[in-house]
């Protein structure tokens, strides 16, 4: 009975120094942003609160996507929920899905005039998506003891 008092003991006191190291904070804090943030967005795209979001879709791909340019932000809402929980669940693997997802809206923007600057700012997520990604190579399911 005391062995399992000492080990819930030694788990709580293993995982209190993790919580200090500041690489493992910004892993949390990327962890926390990339799997909450997505998945707003993406229930977003079906409510359009935020944002006129087919407005940010380029002519061409929307010539291409069967359906409106709406049916396609519906399509797009339930991949960046999919990508969010992702990176909730696996954040060594969602890193990169939202990394990769973030490139593709990048290069979607690039081609519309007028959102140079919200590509801009969508490849500063890609980077710092890609910063989780590294991030969660080193932390993810393991508390550190620094």
Request: charge should be positive; charged fraction near 10%.
């Amino acid at each position: 009975m005391s062995s399992a008092t000492t080990t819930t003991t030694t788990s709580a006191a293993s995982r209190r120094p993790a919580l200090s190291d500041p690489g493992y904070q910004a892993f949390v804090i990327l962890r926390t942003g990339f799997a909450v943030a997505p998945i707003l967005f993406g229930l977003d795209k079906f409510a359009n609160l935020l944002v006129d979001w087919p407005t940010y879709l380029a002519p061409w791909i929307n010539d291409i996507v069967p359906g409106s340019a709406q049916a396609a932000m519906y399509a797009v809402g339930v991949i960046e929920i999919v990508a969010g929980l992702a990176v909730a669940l696996a954040p060594r693997f969602g890193g990169w899905l939202v990394a990769g997802w973030l490139a593709g809206i990048i290069v979607n923007l690039l081609t519309i005039p007028g959102h140079y600057d919200v590509a801009l700012r969508d490849f500063g997520l890609l980077l710092g998506a890609v910063a989780l990604a590294r991030l969660a190579q080193g932390y993810q399911g393991k508390p550190r003891s620094r």
